[in-house]
């Protein structure tokens, strides 16, 4: 396991509001959350692409800019710093019981989904 923050949060180093968890993925409520239930899903064996810098996307929802209504991944390479995607990042911080609560609705919401 890589010595990250992720590493040390999936070996139980480090503690954190799971939402979703089985022998491949963990998944988390982010920290700093950009919005409530901005989540982390990190897979448990550490990735090498190969390529150096690059966002993952999916947008979901017209609001959330997505224009073609069938599930799909933008790969966006960032080549340097100016072209690729902009992103704005507004965080906050996440208040722990808050994020106790949250994660317990959407474990719950999860159980629900799986039945
Ligand atoms: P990146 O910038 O690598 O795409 O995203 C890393 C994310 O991990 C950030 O949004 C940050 O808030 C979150 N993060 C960093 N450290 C921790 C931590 O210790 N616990 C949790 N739950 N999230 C973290």
Request: a negative charge; hydrophobic letters at 40%.
């Amino acid at each position: 396991m890589a010595d990250t923050i992720f590493g040390k949060i999936i070996s139980g180093h480090i503690p954190c509001h799971r939402v979703y968890e089985d022998d491949r993925v963990l998944a988390f409520l982010d920290i700093n959350p950009l919005s409530v239930g901005h989540t982390l899903v990190v897979p448990k064996e550490p990735a090498v692409t190969g390529t150096r810098d690059y966002n993952v996307l999916e947008n979901n929802g017209a609001p959330a800019h997505q224009a073609i209504a069938h599930v799909h991944f933008h790969i966006i390479p960032k080549p340097n710093g100016q072209e690729g995607l902009v992103v704005g990042w507004p965080a906050g911080a996440l208040d722990p019981a808050r994020g106790q609560e949250l994660a317990e609705k959407i474990r719950a919401a999860l159980l629900h989904i799986g039945k």
